[in-house]
């Protein structure tokens, strides 16, 4: 009996599942250990004497290396390979989260700050590179979806465990959990990973599916010599801006809910802490439920024989158009339509959360991790940028309102990108 025979004749199994699992677990680990500084600020600016200002720039040194870091961490990430990769990003993302806890002033704040920017570079070049690896085109955007929602559920789910660590063990318990509970996973990733066709629970059948979907970059990539002229290649192409574009608009969004909405809500809605930890539950839990629908409603158009370009671009333009509303909240006085409106927002960029699908759909042979980089370092120049422009405004100002709008255009703009820009959604042959 021939292979592909015998591989029509089994069911195929699910391993590819079992492995979204394990990204997802690393993504939702990933964000926690990033955004934990915000929930231990407050604590953690009063033990070590730093002020309000001077704590803006720590938060936004995660995001100078971070940034810096990204086309190097997709270098690093085609050369070595997935599973190393991972791990070491892992480890020492981990290492560098524990350490937080014997910070005892601001220059080794900073540093860590820096060095966890470093650390986690490779994670989403990484995941994208899974993806792209373990599931058929007709599944990407879903599984996508799923890891990306580790982004907002941790922080949604699980705050009220971390605000209890807080109150009761101190800041530095934060980093300690975090930290621990991210070395252990290092070891399961190592446990469990491998490539389908090393996966011992991966059948004939499943790797089929996955072959005959596209899936399953070729292993020729790995090694492949980096030069910078191929960065340079890559960003003639107007797939590339338009992608690069469209997610440094998104990714805006998510950085004044990451960074700036408890301020909003404390300064400029005037609520207090118990309404605040009630109410920034929610755009979080709307977010998860965003990306999941989008994932969703891309692949059933997939399936329904819709072109890429409908199937891809349409969740995305959708979720950012509709992310512009919140600009609405700058019109409204009730506490609960304002929320109302962030979470549809906040809903609506986790929409516009799939474009990592399309880095896997025009990424050259053998580059994921370098598109995945150029990709990667445009969304998180936000992670700069608007934390900056933010603060900027509300200090010139005294009110969120132009900050608001400032979000609000930035989505616009990124949906236009994506409509006028991108273009065709087809692999970028160098």
Known sequence: MTDIAASSAQRPSRARFGILALIASGTLINYLDRTILGIAAPALTHDLGID???????????????????????VFLDRVGTRLTYALSVGFWSLFTLLHAVATGLAGLLGLRLALGIAESPCFPANSRVVATWFPRSERAFATGVYTVGEYIGLAFLSPILFWLLAHHGWRSLFIVCGVAGLAFMLVWLARYREPQDHPHANAAELEVIRQGGGMVSAAAKGAPFEWRKAGALLRYRQMWGICLGQFAGNSTLVFFLTWFPTYLATER?????????????PFIA??????????????MLR???????ARKLPVITGLLLASTIIAANFVESDAVVITILSVAFFAQGMAALGWTLVSDIAPEGMLGLTGGIF??????AGIVTPLVIGFIVAATGSFFFALAYVGLLALLGALAYIFILGDVERIVL
Not at 53 to 66: D, R
Not at 271 to 281: C, P, Q, T
Not at 287 to 300: E, P
């Open 287 to 300: 977010a998860s439920v965003g990306v999941l629908f989008g994932g969703w409603w891309s692949d059933g």
């Open 270 to 282: 005037q609520m207090d802490y118990l309404k605040i930890g009630f109410f920034a539950v929610l």
């Open 304 to 310: 329904r024989g819709l072109s890429p370009n409908i």
């Open 376 to 381: 990667n370092l445009a969304a998180n120049l």
């Open 52 to 74: 309000a200002a001077v704590m803006g720039i720590v938060f936004s040194a995660f995001s100078w290396s971070y940034a810096a870091s990204q086309v190097p961490g997709g």
